[in-house]
């Protein structure tokens, strides 16, 4: 177990800023996160956008190390978090594959874990089992972001959607939210669902039966007070809807491949399902998309999902200056 400080701040360099409430803390859920950190945070992308548009980079975290383990495969998380590490000055190991690391020799992830921290400040971890991350955590003295633990959660996914949304939308209090596709393995479907528990809105949840949402983030979202509707047709609720969020069928987690080719391909986002929805709203997608949205829309206003990735970068480089206390 790591040796935390009395506050459970782990170790992470002198001169801590800890106005956000992140300094020093691992970031495993959304549950840790209140609305008062979420505007903070969101103040810091605004400006880390501001800094990377007009100089491109800053030397705030020089000196300063993170590794980025992924046991999974990856193209925007890893790739913005070696971004943001990179213009905020600081340096990265990047074990991106772990099949060329010690792993493939059989290491545990505690001891890859307590490698990795004697050389790097803060970790991000992808795993494929729920829980990794609290475990890598638990074995840490410093710093663990998950960066997805299995179908569990992606809470820097769910900071991200939720910035989009606010800087798209101007508010997030008041917004019907549909959230669609495969809301049982969606990992960033449960925790932008959680999160968004923290604001007045209303949820829809379109899936087939056999992609619910979970029973355990659906008794969250209820227990919240929130207003929630399930359906299997986002017809049923386009025309009312300020943001879809729309997902791919996660292949890699179905045991059994025809169960997932008889519901691959059940939905797509066309020009003709655009054409019910408001003028104000925005389509939503944390990336990959397979055949869940069509091409044609890319070029609609309303189609978020390319400046949604873009905004990874400046939520991921106000996160790690905030988990090293210069935020
Ligand atoms: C998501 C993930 O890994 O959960 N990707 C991402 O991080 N943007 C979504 C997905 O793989 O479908």
Redesign the pocket.
């Known amino acids: 177990m790591a040796t935390k400080l009395g506050n459970g701040i782990k170790t992470v360099g002198l001169a801590p800023n800890f106005q956000s409430g992140f300094y020093g803390q691992d970031i495993i859920s959304v549950r840790q996160f209140t609305r008062e950190n979420l505007a903070h945070l969101f103040r810091v992308a605004d400006e880390m956008r501001a800094v990377v548009k007009r100089v491109g980079s800053t030397d705030l975290l020089k000196g300063h190390v993170l590794a980025v383990l992924f046991y999974?495969?990856?193209?925007?998380?890893s790739s913005s978090f070696i971004a943001a590490m990179t213009r905020l000055g600081g340096s990265v190991i990047p074990i991106n594959e772990v099949k060329f690391s010690s792993v493939t020799k059989g290491e545990s992830l505690p001891d890859t874990i307590r490698t990795l921290e004697s050389y790097a400040d803060v970790i991000v971890l992808?795993h494929p089992d729920v829980g990794a991350s609290q475990v890598a955590a638990e074995y840490a003295h410093k710093p663990i972001i998950n960066?997805?633990d299995g179908v569990g959660e992606?809470p820097t996914?769910a900071l991200l959607d939720l910035y989009t949304i606010q800087s798209e939308l101007g508010k997030i209090d008041g917004l019907h939210v549909a959230m669609a596709g495969?809301l049982r393995y969606?990992?960033?479907v449960h925790s932008l669902a959680r999160l968004l528990c923290m604001y007045d809105v209303s949820m829809t949840f379109v899936s087939p039966e056999i992609l619910r949402l979970p029973l355990d983030v659906m008794n969250e979202v209820k227990a919240a007070g929130r207003t929630v509707r399930e359906t299997y047709d986002v017809h049923d609720v386009i025309a009312d809807l300020d943001v879809l969020y729309v997902?791919?069928v996660?292949r890699e987690r179905f045991a059994d491949q025809a169960q997932y080719e008889s519901v691959a391909d059940y939905y797509v986002v066309d020009l003709e399902l655009i054409g019910m929805a408001k003028e104000k709203m925005v389509v939503m997608h944390?990336?990959?998309r397979v055949n869940e949205i069509s091409y044609a829309i890319d070029n609609d206003p309303r189609a978020a999902y390319f400046r949604q990735?873009e905004n990874?970068l400046y939520i991921r480089m106000a996160l790690l200056a905030a988990v090293l206390g210069k935020a």
């Not at 999974?72 to 998380?77: A, G, I, K, Q, V």
């Open positions: 999974e495969p990856s193209t925007r998380t992808r960066a997805g992606h996914q495969d969606g990992r960033t997902t791919r996660q944390p990336l990959p990735m990874g």
